[in-house]
């Protein structure tokens, strides 16, 4: 069956520091990776999106990903976060052969001071 | 402003009275979804329209109807609202298959007691 999973429901990181959001996925088709963001009360904004190419792609506020197809994995990452970047992050997966995305479960990233 | 709206923003009701939520967007967008939000289920896809007169089933339709008259609006309705469709909506839109970014509204927080 078709799936995404972010293993983890909760991260805090301390301001300045690293950050890497994990997601994997289960997708029988070659799959487009999407990054989307959730700030408190807010809609959801992509962030970043992987059709092709280069295996490691840029995204909006700093952040990037990279696919790598032997682990199925599509992780987030950013060098240094900081306090704004308090949110929630969901990872989807979706093909051209069909119109729906498949969604995580969402990470919800906690900045300490 | 390209975006997506919603009203009301918040609602809360009681079991078995009827009520809609509205969902607009301005960029001409085929393809509208509604999906909702619960905490550790991510975002679950209840109904979308790939154009006009065109809706059709997500995961989790139980419970709902939508209507796509015109393009640029996508309501969801719920003809006896119960507790358990308590929940974060959002509606959502974008120009074509899977591949492309969707735009999400601010979201609809419903209560039903």
């Known amino acids: 069956a078709q799936s995404v999973t972010q293993p983890d429901i909760h991260i805090t990181v301390s301001e300045g520091a690293s950050l890497e959001l994990r997601c994997n996925y289960s997708?029988?088709?070659?799959?487009?990776l999407f990054w989307y963001v959730q700030s408190p009360g807010q809609g959801l904004q992509l962030l970043l999106k992987?059709?092709?190419?280069d295996t490691l792609v840029q995204g909006i506020k700093g952040f990037e990903a990279e696919f790598k197809r032997s682990q199925s994995s599509f992780n987030l990452r950013k060098p240094s976060v900081h306090w704004s970047d308090a949110a929630e992050y969901f990872c989807?997966?979706?093909?051209?052969?069909?119109?729906?995305?498949?969604w995580g479960a969402g990470t919800k990233l906690i900045i300490k001071p | 402003e390209a975006q997506v709206t919603q009203n009301p923003r918040y609602l809360i009701t009681v079991t078995g009275k009827k009520l809609t939520v509205t969902c607009s967007q301005n960029?001409?967008?085929?393809?509208m979804s509604w999906y909702r939000q619960d905490p550790g289920l991510g975002l679950r896809q209840i109904y979308y329209?790939?154009?006009?007169?065109?809706?059709d089933k997500g995961d989790v339709p139980e419970g709902y109807k939508v209507s796509r008259k015109e393009k640029r609006n996508f309501p969801l309705i719920l003809e006896s609202p119960s507790p358990n469709q308590t929940s974060l909506y959002f509606c959502?839109?974008?120009?074509?298959?899977?591949?492309?970014?969707?735009?999400f509204g601010p979201g609809t927080r419903l209560t039903v007691t």
């Open positions: 959502a839109s974008r120009s074509g298959g899977a591949a492309y970014e969707q735009y």
């Open positions: 960029m001409n967008h085929e393809y």
């Open positions: 992987y059709f092709s190419g």
């Open positions: 329209s790939m154009n006009v007169e065109v809706t």
């Open positions: 997708y029988g088709a070659t799959p487009y």
């Open positions: 989807a997966v979706g093909a051209n052969s069909n119109y729906q995305l498949i």
